[in-house]
């Protein structure tokens, strides 16, 4: 509960930008993930230095406080889940300074990941990071999740891009950390640490990111499988021939169908497409399209398509970045998509293994209709689960099958979360995955966070399962009927 | 429950946030509160009983103009202004404000948003209603009583110029802004009626409209309620391409551009042909707003925000007129033509092609 003390404080420097009103703390409620709990305020910093009061204010409250960029997380990250203050950063969106001349960038952490690459392209440089989300995550959120999107492969994460931080500590201090030099050898990687940390380590006011020029010239290749299996030995194989495309994306027969049933797009509907981003120069490309088809063959490609034209590899792509809000037109009016099982990491080799192992575990659970997807270049899928929300039955079934897919994750020597992060719905399976790491994780948090104000309750802290606080109309028959 | 309908709908919702980045008014407010998916969510706790409907819910609902870029960004497929427009028809007993009820009132007992018409809506133009015609103009409200006529005579004065076998109606407003509001069904049923039985009277097969809410109303909403399947609807835009060549104009406009109407665009997908009537003036200093088409940002008239919250719409308005670089906005719609003259030099496209033909 806040204290109406510390509310009349907010209000007294934030005026009408801190709001208590029903339908506002319900709305920031709610992220993309399976979880809703109210908030009891929302506050819209301008400045830095209103986040250090905001965040002093708190501390001195034991308030919690859970920041926000748009609230498009996945497990949880952004839900409110032991109330307090969510903390929008809709109003700290500046582009502060582009240097193309030292590879940097810096801007606030409301700005959106596209609108960050279409001021850089004046350029001729972007910001290779580039989440399926990429029209709404803020650099703020990919930061704290360490998102990376789908060419990680050839470029790597937010996490090789972030060069400095400017952070709000949990205690209400402002902190510089990394350098804004290219190399930095000077102590503790502190800037890193905050990468992935969800909200949980302080709160993050400004960023400057290391920037690339942009590709000369790039071509994707559609390959179409009637085969899962084979689709994935030939992303193993043109990894081992060995050849780095900017991206390779995964596709299963759900995911394109429901892609297809959302947008014009004419992706085949069959087992399995590969979809392959190549990059150089013309020659550079024409050699490795070559080497792309003879792989694709090799394994029994039923389709392979082609395209240099921007219009063409635009459709292509945008129609793959909305595989994920798509799945819900799958079986319109049935079944629904939920998030859980939403990302998970693995030895590259280990992708057939894991798309067949997915596969074979969804036929034991009925209840479950299961897409399968991702950035599988890099050993990156994402899943999604086709469920009736309404069902009891449904959440049960769905349960137990995630935790068999990450065990599988784990036996296969993968990570349970690879770029969505861990929040809640992952917490429990990240816990069995680091066991030996989890205290040593604790401790840093307790250091850090000593009165547990920054987004408490998630990550290392989670100890409960995942389907609490549901934001479903569902009775599960537990103490809150969540 | 009116909502109970929209359930699969709203649970169709991802929460991507798609629409969000893409929503004129929260790109305005920077809230996620009055954002698509905010309103989508509100709909839900209104539905599941979890939120209780007070002044911040309605706020939020009545925080939209209906322009559609939502259901346009939408991967999920989500119908949001359905949404929306199901949960206003609940907030609408209760939290609708005093503006709102004046409009509803007028158009209940007088037949439309203005009050009573002084002397027929048609009578402006002196064309005089007919049986028989092949087509009737249908005028909308918001010509009648607030853009000083100015779009009607024009169209008129084209239709004349034209030839064209076509009658002018004794209308009433075609219920839009009581859709928009969540008024009572049977408000809006009674505007059709009333409409429906002029156009009956009149005997045509085609109606055409200035006014691009009154078309949707008439091809979206009517069809739902009475059987007008034999009668065919377009906006004037459409009835007038391919009728008009470039030796029908003079040369030369002042620097204009042109601003796609939500309706018009988005819902109809008529974005090429105001533009090819545009171009057929030689030598039309004409250039694009950079939000242009499907991605056009409303005026922020729509949706009766105008009503509810007018400084909103005043900054809806500021946005895209920021976009427009000092030119003539040209559109297709009173509602955003009336709005934009309020901040600019605005015309509709009747206007500019009547100054423009030779007479």
């Known amino acids: 509960m806040i204290p109406s003390e510390m509310l009349e404080e907010l209000r007294s420097f934030l005026g009408d930008r801190v709001s208590t009103a029903p339908a506002d703390t319900y709305v920031f409620g709610f992220d993309a993930s399976i979880h809703h709990h109210k908030a009891e305020a929302v506050v819209f910093p301008e400045s830095t230095e209103e986040v250090q009061r905001i965040v002093k204010l708190c501390n001195k409250y034991k308030v919690p406080i859970t920041p926000r960029g748009s609230g498009s997380a996945l497990a949880g990250q952004a839900v409110p889940i032991k109330g307090g203050i969510v903390m929008s950063f809709k109003r700290m969106n500046r582009i502060k300074e582009v240097k193309v001349e030292d590879l940097q960038v810096i801007v606030e952490p409301g700005v959106i990941n596209d609108q960050l690459n279409a001021e850089l392209k004046k350029y001729g440089f972007f910001f290779p990071p580039s989440p399926g989300s990429g029209k709404v995550a803020t650099i703020g959120g990919m930061v704290a999740m360490n998102a990376s999107g789908m060419r990680a492969l050839k470029y790597g994460a937010t996490r090789d891009y972030v060069m400095a931080l400017e952070v709000v500590t949990p205690t209400g201090e402002i902190a510089h950390f990394g350098t804004h030099t290219i190399k930095d050898a000077s102590s503790y990687q502190m800037a890193k640490l905050m990468v992935g940390s969800e909200g949980t380590l302080g709160i993050i006011t400004e960023i400057t990111l290391r920037i690339e020029p942009l590709p000369k010239d790039t071509s994707i290749v559609l390959a179409a499988f009637e085969d899962a299996r084979m689709a994935g030995q030939t992303i193993s194989d043109i990894i081992a021939y060995p050849l780095i495309p900017a991206s390779v994306e995964f596709m299963d027969r759900v995911c394109l169908q429901s892609v297809v049933n959302s947008r014009a797009v004419d992706f085949p509907v069959v087992d399995a497409v590969v979809m392959i981003e190549l990059e150089g120069t013309e020659e550079e490309i024409k050699e490795d399209l070559k080497k792309v088809e003879q792989i694709a063959k090799k394994n029994g490609a039923v389709d392979i398509r082609v395209s240099s034209d921007p219009a063409k590899k635009s459709e292509w792509l945008e129609a793959r970045k909305a595989v994920l809000p798509s799945m819900s037109q799958y079986a319109r009016g049935k079944m629904f998509m939920v998030s859980l099982a939403d990302d998970m990491s693995l030895p590259i080799s280990k992708i057939p293994d894991a798309v067949y192992g997915f596969h074979e575990i969804e036929k034991r659970h009925p209840h479950v209709v299961l897409g399968v997807y991702g950035h599988a270049g890099d050993g990156n899928l994402h899943t999604i689960f086709l469920i009736d929300p309404r069902e009891k039955e449904a959440w049960e079934d769905a349960e137990k099958m995630v935790e068999e897919m990450y065990d599988l994750v784990i036996e296969l020597g993968g990570t349970v979360s690879g770029e969505h992060g861990i929040g809640i719905t992952k917490a429990p399976f990240m816990r069995k995955e680091k066991k030996d790491s989890i205290e040593l994780m604790k401790r840093i948090k307790r250091a850090l966070d000593p009165n547990d104000i920054m987004n408490p309750g998630k990550n290392v802290e989670w100890d409960d399962g995942i389907l609490v606080d549901l934001r479903y109309p569902v009775n599960l028959g537990g103490e809150d009927g969540a | ?359």
């Open chain 2, 1 to 359: 429950m009116v909502l109970e309908e929209y359930v699969d709908q709203m649970m169709q919702c991802t929460s991507c946030s798609f629409c969000t980045v893409t929503c004129p008014v929260m790109n305005v407010l920077l809230t996620d509160a009055s954002s698509p998916r905010g309103r989508v969510q509100i709909a839900y706790g209104l539905y599941t009983g979890e939120l209780e409907l007070d002044e911040s819910a309605s706020k939020r609902l009545y925080e939209c103009t209906t322009c559609g870029m939502c259901d346009h960004s939408c991967p999920s497929g989500v119908h949001i202004v359905d949404v929306i427009k199901a949960a206003r028809k609940v907030v609408y007993p209760e939290f609708s404000v005093e503006k709102q009820r004046s409009f509803v009132n007028n158009i209940g007992e007088k037949g439309h948003t203005y009050g009573e018409a002084k002397e027929p809506v048609w009578a402006f133009t002196g064309h005089e209603p007919k049986e028989n015609a092949e087509i009737a103009y249908f005028m909308g409200c918001k010509i009648t009583a607030e853009s000083g006529h100015a779009q009607g005579i024009a169209a008129v004065r084209i239709l004349e110029h034209l030839n064209e076998d076509f009658t002018t109606l004794n209308e009433v407003c075609c219920g839009a802004p009581l859709m928009y509001m969540g008024a009572p069904e049977e408000k809006i049923r009674a505007q059709m009626e009333k409409n429906m039985a002029e156009i009956r009277k009149r005997g045509v097969k085609k109606v055409i409209f200035s006014c691009p809410s009154c078309y949707y109303m008439f091809s979206k909403v009517y069809p739902k309620y009475v059987d007008i399947s034999d009668i065919e609807f377009q906006h004037i835009v459409e009835y007038l391409d391919g009728k008009l060549d470039m030796d029908d104009f003079d040369s030369g406009t002042e620097p204009i551009t042109y601003h796609d109407p939500c309706h018009l665009g988005r819902t109809f997908g008529v974005y090429e042909e105001p533009r090819k009537l545009i171009k057929l003036i030689p030598d039309a200093d004409y250039m694009e707003m950079e939000h242009n088409r499907e991605n056009s940002l409303c005026c922020g008239a729509g949706g009766s925000l105008a009503l509810y919250e007018p400084s909103l719409t005043k900054k809806m308005a500021e946005r895209r007129v920021s976009e427009s670089d000092g030119r003539i906005i040209v559109s297709a719609c009173p509602n955003c033509v009336g709005n934009f003259s309020k901040h600019t030099k605005a015309m509709s496209i009747e206007e500019l092609l009547w100054n423009k033909m030779k007479k």
